[in-house]
DNA sequence: GTCTATACTAAGATAGAC
DNA sequence: GTCTATCTTAGTATAGAC
């Protein structure tokens, strides 16, 4: 008590700096093998950490897995809510498109854990699926159904177009290795996809 | 040696169909949690026979997993080598991609065994995609190339033309429990892809 | 061919020294 | 805060009775 303050709970800087390596290592394995096919084990040799001291910063496997899932679960959004209704419909979709991509791009672990999570039938974010994401989705479907009936873009189910964006962008993380191995050496399979996909998208949403 | 003949490595009837069992309780476990995420036990418990019964059928859990793959790949790749270069272009691409859907519409577990695969990194198949894979899709991608030389289709990059088709069909399957959760009750996931990739791919396609 | 029992290893988690 | 040692359970695989 020598400095006079009462330390509720802030982490160190040091306890911060372990968690962020070990969520760091975990993204690595979990993002590979799914939950089940993962171990504390793996965790820990990639973090360089012992395992009873990864359970020293948290209570548990399925806590570190948790904790990553809730975190993705913002990032992951946050390029559909900026969809603006305001905005020209052509450029705010293939902005959406294009921040999709770059999300695949630069964070391919993120998008296989989800992916993990989505296969093995959702069984922790089922809840946020119905109801963050239904709503969120159902919204924007919404403005691209009153840009549809505004002559504004073609006319298309909404959801789906939703979908198709989502698959054909997180495909390149997901399935990064099959790319990769088709594709051949010599390839920078993002920037090829970009501009595919702006074509793609452009003719798609012509009216 | 009463009946004569010598009995080279014949499998009875019993034996074939307890095979078929292991092996469809093991596309069920293997398919929803990768390989290191499934455990003999499950197989066992849905498969109705004891764990030691089904080593009796197969050496190793390896073994099992290996089988499912291997039959898989030719399965898998057959709609594309039904893509005729004679064939009438656009007509082709779309039996391709109504081929590739109703694939992930009966063959879910398929598709979501083979996704876990490639999330995991392809360890045990990635031969077959630098191989016999790339060589169908480069050929296939000559085919298309020609055709769009002849400005009988649009002029897109082959090979990212049928990644496209293989993202926008496989998410149905493999992604099914977040696409019913998005769309809510009352919707038929499958027709209603059908009639949106129809759309999508007829206007993608044309010159 | 199928089962019970069991060997052996890996994995999640905890105790307690430092 | 971090480590070594250890408990406990689950998991792959085998032995051997029936």
Redesign the pocket.
Known sequence: MANGKAAERP??R??QK?RQTILDAALDVFSQNGF?G?????IAEVAG?????L???F????AIHAELLSLLLDTWLDPLRALDPEGEPVTEIMDYVRRKLELSRDFPRESRLFANEILQGAPRIMEALEGELKALVDEKANTLRDWAAAGRIADLPPHHLIFSIWALTQHYADFDVQVRAVLGPGHDPYAEADAFLETLFRKLLAP
């Open positions: 982490l160190t040091i306890q372990n089940r993962s171990t504390l084990d793996q950490l012992s395992k009873p001291n359970l020293y910063y209570p548990s496997k399925e």
